[in-house]
Every structure is written in C-alpha cells, then in structure tokens.
C-alpha cells in the first residue's frame, strides 16, 4: 500500500515560496516559525527563550528601569493583533505597541485573573481606530475586554511583549492576525481620489480581456487575470507631466508593476525603452498592508514602500503621460486609498470618463477542456483506463489554467494515483499529491476534487480533505499522473477556472 506524500520533485522552489492567502481578506500567521528571527531584543538575552521543541516563548521579568522587550521587527500595524494562549501560574503577562517612526510606546497588561486555572488560556490583543484592548475569555464563551489603551489614529505599531520584574510567563501558539474591514477611502486634502471603493472608474481597461480581470469588493479594487497574460488598468483620460501618487497594497497582493512614464514610438505602440516601469512586486510585505509612493517631478521617478525608496531613476523630458498598473496572469492586486497629487498644474489633461477599451466580445459558451492521454493510458467508452504501466502514465488537459477546480471519478482499487496542479514541466517531473490506494478500496467509484486558488492546491477525496501544496508557478495545465505499475480508471474528468 503505497503512502501518502507529496511528490517533491520541485520541493525546494515550492518550500520557499510564502504561503497563499486564499481568503483575502484574513491575514493569519505565525510570527515566531523561524523562532526568534525577525525578532528585535533589548535588555538581558535571558529574559526571553524560544523552545523550538514545544514552541513556546518563555519570559522572565528582569528588574531595570527600562523592561527588556522582544519586538517583532518587520510588521507594523494600525490594525489587527496579536492571539496566544498563556499557561497555567503566568505572572505580568504584558504586551507592547512600539509605533513605527516617532512616538511612545504602549504597554498593556492582562489583570491576575486573565490567566485561568486550565493548563492553556487564551488572551488576545486587538487594534481598532483609536484604540488598543486586550481579550480575555469570558464566562459562557466568547471574550471580554480587560483592559485598554488609547491610540492616535493611522500610527502603525510595531507588535510584542515587556518582561518587567516579576513576570514568570510560558506562552504558546503565538499568532498574529488581521481582518479587513471596509472603511471610508483615506485621501490628504490636496490629493485627488482615484478610487471611490465601489467600482474601478476613473481606471479603464488597458487592453483586451483587462476589463473582467479587475473588481471593487469590500472598498478594495482587486485584480485576478486568469485568462489574459495580465491584468492592465490605466487612468481614463488622465495624464500628468509631474505628479504623485499614492496608495495602498494589502496583503492579498502577490504583483503589481506600474507604468509611471509612458512614451509612444514612431509606429504608434509604446516605446518599451522610452517608458518607465516600476517593480513594487519584489518589495512587498506579504504579512502586512503596504504604503506606496510613486512620484514623478524633477527629471526623475522616484517610488517607495513603507518610507523605503526601491527606485530613483533619471527620466528624459516627456510631454503629460498616461498611468497605468499591471497584474501578472494567476497573480493578485488588492489596492485602496489610491490619490494623486498634480505637481504642474494645469499642463496636463483632466480626468475624463472614456468607454473601457478592449472589452473582449463574447464568444458564446466556453469549451471543455481536451485531455491526451500517455504512456498507455486509453480511452473506452468515456473511462480513461490503465494497468500494470511500464512507464509513469497519465493524463494531461489540453488548456492552461491559473484558478480551477478539477473534478473526477476514480474506480475501486486504483493504486499508484496523483493529482498535478500545474504539469509546466511534463506530468513526470511536475510537483504532485499522491492520493493513497485505500482511499479508492471501498466504493465503486469515488470523486476526487483538485482546487487550486491561485498559489495553493487542495486535493479532496469523497469530500474529505486528501492533501494541499503550496505552488510556484502561477498557471499551468492541470494533469492526473499513475506511476509505473499502477493502476487506474476515470471517468467524468471536468474542469472549470473559477473566480
């Protein structure tokens, strides 16, 4: 009987990738998976200890003026928090908002009775606007607030934990988390909005196929090209000879380029060497919301992430140019509070309100997707069937695909089974999910359902859960691969990309 694994023959690209968020709108993370890396310290070292074997973080309050702290450097937030559990006797279990830039810190303290008589409590902290609270579990469930703090509103805090004298504190399943929530587009007095939260006007389709890649959802313009190579959005109507622009990029977004200069050439397509291009893609915090800056004046582009500048360019003399954004085929964008701030006024042109170009026309109903079978695999009768193959055999779909949902019916005593998300590198030597003989030992046929959204494949099989894998590359041809010796009949194979 064969086990259970997953196929790693591209393990060590797809390892290294960071984990999808499929949801995004929830951010959920361990801050603490590489133990105290990432981590700033100050103080006695031996007032905190990471256990990599239980994963805890043990604190030991130190005595000082200045309590030692452990802050997690790289996230800063002016929303969200923290979740972890606190075992049984903890003593000054204190969390501290360190802001990013200036300002004074916030240290928070659970009262003595937080931390229950169980082995495990759970305790939370939360930012909302203007505030700071700290979560205890309530009695009949759920949670209550047992303290507080004030906080100024749009200061991003830096999140961790005080060890003052007297604390003697073990806590475990530290996390940190965050939901969006749909408020009113932040814009500064003297900028102009680009974006109202409810559709993607002033921002027209910059080719064909863009205009169904892109969408306002919960006061977030959000951009998923799943058929087209990419995803093209640009100002309708709008250009600017000098100008700045500003937005942010939450953590859903995996790409984003935007086309700060635009220049013709002489057979009227974009000269690609005349324009200027900025890759924010490459300097985005996957864990955090983003704070770009893209800035034109001067002679120069100049674009920045979180008070970073990632470029500063020279730029030839151009007349007033257009702006426009991509997003890569299988990638995602989820952009809001977008403003721009003319710096030459009145040497550019208004922003009009153009018919979208390029809206592709329907072609009717799409087709099913063709599969070529190999290494023996054949058809009879709509069952794919193979036995005994001397070689890896399967099946291979015709179309290539970003986010799909594959669905198929396996036969009783199947062996040697595996589904592959994206068969870009053959079905032999593409990353798989095996799929165990003794799911298929029962029943006459069973279904088996691949989901992939976009960087992430879940397998279920008779509608429980069978495996996940995190991708690398994002679009491909699905397959369904029988190593050598194995086993299979299928039947009813449907694909469907989804949205």
């Not at 093209?232 to 100008?243: D, E, P």
């Not at 935007?258 to 890759?279: L, M, Q, T």
């Not at 999910?433 to 799911?439: E, H, V």
């Amino acid at each position: 009987m064969r086990a259970a694994v997953l196929l790693l023959a591209a393990a060590a690209a797809a390892a290294a990738a960071p984990a999808p968020q499929e949801d995004p709108w929830t951010l959920r993370f361990n801050p603490l998976r590489q133990g105290l890396q990432g981590w700033t310290r100050t103080g006695p070292d031996k007032a905190f200890a990471w256990s990599e074997a239980d994963q805890t973080l043990t604190i030991k309050g130190q005595s000082g003026r200045d309590p030692p702290r452990i802050v997690h450097a790289k996230t800063a937030w002016d929303r969200g928090g923290v979740r972890f559990q606190a075992k049984k006797g903890a003593r000054k279990v204190r969390v501290v908002l360190v802001p990013q830039g200036e300002g004074k810190p916030v240290a928070l303290e659970f009262p003595r009775d937080a931390v229950g008589a169980a082995t495990w409590t759970d305790l939370a902290m939360r930012m909302t606007k203007g505030k700071a609270s700290l979560l205890a579990a309530a009695e009949g469930g759920g949670e209550k607030e047992v303290a507080s703090a004030e906080l100024p509103d749009g200061v991003r805090y830096r999140i961790g934990f005080e060890a003052p004298s007297g604390t003697d504190a073990v806590l475990g399943l530290i996390r940190f988390e965050r939901v969006h929530e749909e408020e009113p587009q932040f814009c500064e007095p003297d900028f102009q909005p680009l974006f109202d939260g409810t559709g993607i006007a002033p921002w027209v389709a910059g080719g064909p196929g863009s205009a169904v890649s892109f969408r306002a959802e919960k006061g977030v313009l959000v951009g998923e090209p799943r058929a087209e190579d990419f995803g093209w959005l640009a100002i309708g109507g709008g250009r600017w000879t000098s100008y700045e622009l500003r937005l942010n990029a939450m953590w859903g977004t995996t790409h984003l380029d935007f086309r700060a200069v635009e220049v013709s050439g002489r057979d009227g397509k974009i000269d690609r060497f005349g324009s200027v291009h900025v890759n924010f893609t490459d300097h985005l915090d996957p864990e955090g919301v983003n704070a770009l800056v893209l800035r034109l004046a001067g002679g120069k582009v100049i674009a920045s992430v979180d008070g970073k500048q990632i470029l500063d360019a020279p730029v030839k003399e151009t007349g007033p140019t257009p702006i426009s954004f991509f997003v890569g085929r299988g990638r995602r964008c989820a952009l809001r509070d977008i403003r721009i701030k003319d710096l030459a006024p009145g040497t550019g042109s208004e922003i009009a309100q153009p018919l979208p170009r390029g809206v592709p026309k329907s072609e009717g109903p799409p087709k099913p997707a063709t599969w070529e079978g190999s290494g023996g695999v054949a058809a009879k009768d709509g069952v794919w069937s193979v036995e005994d193959a001397a070689e890896d055999a399967g099946l291979l779909c015709g179309a290539s695909l970003a986010s799909y949902e594959l669905r198929f019916s396996v036969a009783r005593g199947a062996d040697g089974l595996a589904v592959v998300p994206r068969a870009n590198r053959g079905l032999r030597r593409a990353t798989g999910l095996r799929l165990d003989a003794s799911l298929f030992a029962k029943e006459e046929w069973t279904e088996v359902v691949l989901r992939v959204v976009l960087l992430r494949a879940t397998v279920s099989v008779a509608g429980k859960e069978a495996g996940t894998l995190d991708l690398d590359v994002a679009f491909g041809p699905p397959g369904i691969r029988v190593d050598a010796g194995g086993r299979a009949r299928l039947k009813d194979l449907a694909v469907e990309a989804t949205k």
